[in-house]
């Protein structure tokens, strides 16, 4: 799909969704939006795509909001543009949200910028590949609101509730290096968009089923006590052992060869 917005390619089961808005450093407008939702929905519906790399075009991932949005957010500029915001903010948590439930793996490269909405849009990810001069910021405590775009609930379990409130609360910005110290970042690499890629062919070649249950069980912990995540974590991973593509991965590996999974 070539869209405006959002461009997606899938090629050898890697799924390329790449915001495409570079004059506006990729922020989030109503169009840009819908058209992350509907970049979503074609890598969902898309049986060859095995892993997700998101990114941004031109000089950063993704600026946040565009600042156009804020009047209606804060009740100025009339009623068609307050009714305007209320219709982006039902769309907002999805547009994060749907990278968290999408089955497969979902892999940020993030360089230039990472705020607010575009932090969030991040967290959204599985992993994130951050540059060493990146810069990450929940800034919308500025605008005096709330990252609502499931800020809230993906930060704290990355970096502690203290060290979320600590960037929700004051809305500083850090670089890639420190994101990765504290534990905003998976790894940090001079150019997070090929190092993404180059991790995306790795697990491509891993069993597809396993990679889908490893990330469910990981995404549904916190909600567990122990002793219930224990007996999901049997339930769900009993019907890996003995698939094809399980078997296939004990032959690839005992034959040193690359898997051929389906």
Same mark, same amino acid.
């Given at each position: 799909?070539?869209?405006?917005?959002?461009?997606?390619?899938?090629?050898?089961?890697?799924?390329?969704?790449?915001?495409?808005?570079?004059?506006?450093?990729?922020?989030?407008?109503?169009?840009?939006?819908?058209?992350?939702?509907?970049?979503?929905?074609?890598?969902?519906?898309?049986?060859?795509?095995?892993?997700?790399?998101?990114?941004?075009?031109?000089?950063?991932?993704?600026?946040?909001?565009?600042?156009?949005?804020?009047?209606?957010?804060?009740?100025?500029?009339?009623?068609?543009?307050?009714?305007?915001?209320?219709?982006?903010?039902?769309?907002?948590?999805?547009?994060?949200?749907?990278?968290?439930?999408?089955?497969?793996?979902?892999?940020?490269?993030?360089?230039?910028?990472? =705020?607010?909405? %575009? #932090?969030?849009?991040? !967290?959204? +990810?599985?992993?994130?590949?951050?540059?060493?001069?990146? &810069?990450?910021? *929940?800034?919308?405590?500025?605008?005096?609101?709330?990252?609502?775009?499931?800020?809230?609930?993906?930060?704290?379990?990355?970096?502690?509730?203290?060290?979320?409130?600590?960037?929700?609360?004051?809305?500083?910005?850090?670089?890639?290096?420190?994101?990765?110290?504290?534990?905003?970042?998976?790894?940090?690499?001079?150019?997070?968009?090929?190092?993404?890629?180059?991790?995306?062919?790795?697990?491509?070649?891993?069993?597809?089923?396993?990679?889908?249950?490893?990330?469910?069980?990981?995404?549904?912990?916190?909600?567990?006590? =122990?002793?219930? %995540? #224990?007996?999901?974590? !049997?339930? +769900?991973?009993?019907?890996?052992?003995?698939?094809?593509? &399980?078997?296939? *991965?004990?032959?690839?590996?005992?034959?040193?060869?690359?898997?051929?999974?389906?």
């Amino acid at each position: 799909m070539s869209d405006e917005r959002v461009r997606v390619t899938v090629t050898d089961g890697v799924a390329d969704v790449r915001l495409a808005r570079p004059d506006k450093r990729n922020a989030l407008d109503r169009e840009m939006f819908h058209a992350v939702l509907a970049a979503a929905d074609q890598v969902g519906a898309d049986p060859s795509a095995r892993v997700v790399v998101l990114s941004g075009e031109g000089k950063g991932f993704c600026a946040g909001l565009d600042v156009s949005l804020f009047g209606a957010r804060s009740g100025e500029g009339g009623d068609d543009r307050v009714r305007l915001f209320d219709e982006i903010r039902a769309v907002a948590q999805q547009v994060v949200r749907v990278w968290v439930e999408l089955p497969v793996p979902v892999i940020a490269a993030v360089h230039g910028v990472a =705020l607010g909405g %575009g #932090l969030q849009l991040a !967290l959204g +990810a599985d992993l994130r590949i951050v540059a060493p001069d990146a &810069q990450l910021g *929940a800034l919308e405590i500025r605008w005096g609101i709330v990252p609502d775009m499931c800020g809230t609930q993906l930060l704290p379990p990355l970096v502690g509730p203290d060290v979320a409130l600590d960037l929700m609360m004051t809305g500083r910005m850090v670089n890639g290096s420190e994101a990765l110290r504290i534990g905003l970042a998976t790894r940090v690499a001079d150019d997070p968009y090929s190092a993404a890629h180059e991790l995306a062919g790795e697990l491509r070649g891993r069993n597809p089923h396993a990679l889908r249950v490893m990330k469910g069980l990981v995404r549904t912990t916190p909600t567990f006590t =122990l002793e219930e %995540g #224990l007996r999901h974590e !049997l339930d +769900a991973t009993a019907p890996v052992f003995g698939t094809p593509n &399980q078997r296939e *991965a004990v032959r690839a590996n005992l034959e040193g060869r690359p898997p051929r999974f389906t």
